[in-house]
């Protein structure tokens, strides 16, 4: 007898996270329709991954904020099950708080949320992928919170109004997710859809990547932990201010489980383990690639980090078995950053110093909180 596939639209399937969703799915047996922005990154998967084909297919969606591009989405194919990935990413050159960040999070998510609830008739479950910017650790609008357990009942509490003054990516972000991920909830409380909702919200990923890349230079590796370690951004370890983390592997196998997990059913799950410091990482790095690294690690200081965040990840634990330690997600990491410096050369050494510098900044109160004054 004959089984068919379950359907899955897979969104950003060029993006990090989605290249190991969509690897997990063929995996599982799964049928993928992955969503592109340009037909050249469509082309880009294939050859990449020429083993997927009959597996997954990849369509062009060039705007996510388009409704009637959602709709045909669905109008022509049908499909069990949605995980959404696509969103944009923190940049500095992206500067329009509106136009960069706002509108593509909540009309992405509207957007493909509408059309599933008129044309998805068959979808039983919808998993998207959130931040954990979105409850409120290092919440640009009060600092840096001590002192309490960060669960899923907490929220960003920095306002759009806010994010338009401060003019800063990582508010932008921050702020942008947060109200993404809030219109999905109303939708679903209002709307009271067909299908069940989970969001995913992941600490800073980390992992190796597979996704297709064309450049060290030119890929979301320039906001990876790990490559600025070697890659000659810093002569001794960085302080590191935020020691959680979770592994771009288990972040792909939560979303999978919670398309036919009851208990992941219109709740948000957070994904985080602690234990990364760059102390720990550049350790991991002397212990399983002294010849590759001799001479590009960082050299150790003693700087001191910052203490663990108290958060409640015991929701993302379950659905997923347990958390993959930082060795074992350091490892195949960092072979695989080596593996693409044989073919691409060294990337930048801009690194995290961006990003960092903002964390740096509020955890030493260095940065006044945000007003909407």
Not at 15 to 38: D, E, K, P, S
Not at 52 to 72: C, H, M
Not at 283 to 312: S, T
């Amino acid at each position: 007898m004959t089984t068919t596939k379950p359907k899955v639209l897979l969104t950003g399937a060029n993006g990090f996270v989605a290249a190991h969703v969509l690897q997990q799915l063929i995996q599982a047996n799964y049928h993928i329709t992955g969503t592109v922005r340009t037909e050249e990154k469509a082309a880009l998967c294939r050859s990449f991954n020429p083993e997927y084909e009959g597996k997954a297919r990849f369509i062009v969606l060039p705007d996510f904020t388009k409704q009637e591009s959602w709709n045909q989405i669905f109008q022509e194919t049908e499909y069990d099950y949605v995980i959404h990935t696509a969103a944009p990413l923190m940049s500095e050159e992206n500067t329009d708080f509106d136009r960069h960040y706002l509108e593509p999070n909540v009309l992405g998510n509207l957007g493909m949320l509408n059309a599933v609830s008129e044309f998805g008739k068959n979808v039983k479950h919808v998993s998207i992928t959130s931040s954990i910017c979105t409850v409120g650790i290092f919440d640009p609008a009060k600092g840096v919170v001590t002192g309490k357990r960060f669960t899923a009942e907490d929220w960003n509490s920095t306002t759009e109004d806010m994010a338009r003054k401060a003019k800063s990516a990582f508010i932008n972000y921050c702020v942008a997710k947060t109200s993404a991920e809030k219109a999905v909830w109303e939708y679903v409380k209002t709307k009271n859809p067909h299908f069940s909702v989970s969001v995913m919200i992941p600490s800073p990923i980390m992992g190796p990547c597979i996704q297709p890349i064309t450049s060290l230079s030119k890929t979301t590796l320039k906001t990876d932990v790990l490559y600025p370690l070697f890659n000659g951004t810093f002569n001794e370890i960085p302080p590191s201010y935020f020691s959680e983390y979770i592994d771009v592997r288990d972040v792909a196998h939560a979303h999978i489980n919670a398309l036919i997990n009851p208990a992941a059913s219109n709740q948000r799950i957070i994904l985080s383990t602690t234990g990364y410091s760059a102390r720990s990482a550049v350790q991991i790095m002397e212990k399983h690639f002294p010849i590759e690294l001799r001479g590009r690690l960082p050299a150790d200081n003693g700087a001191e980090d910052k203490p663990p965040v108290d958060i409640d990840s015991e929701a993302g634990r379950v659905l997923l078995g347990g958390y993959t330690s930082l060795e074992e997600c350091t490892v195949p990491a960092v072979r695989r950053l080596l593996e693409l410096e044989g073919v691409f050369g060294r990337g930048g050494t801009d690194g995290e110093v961006k990003v960092g510098s903002y964390l740096e900044e509020i955890s030493t109160g260095k940065r006044d909180a945000v007003s909407a004054s």
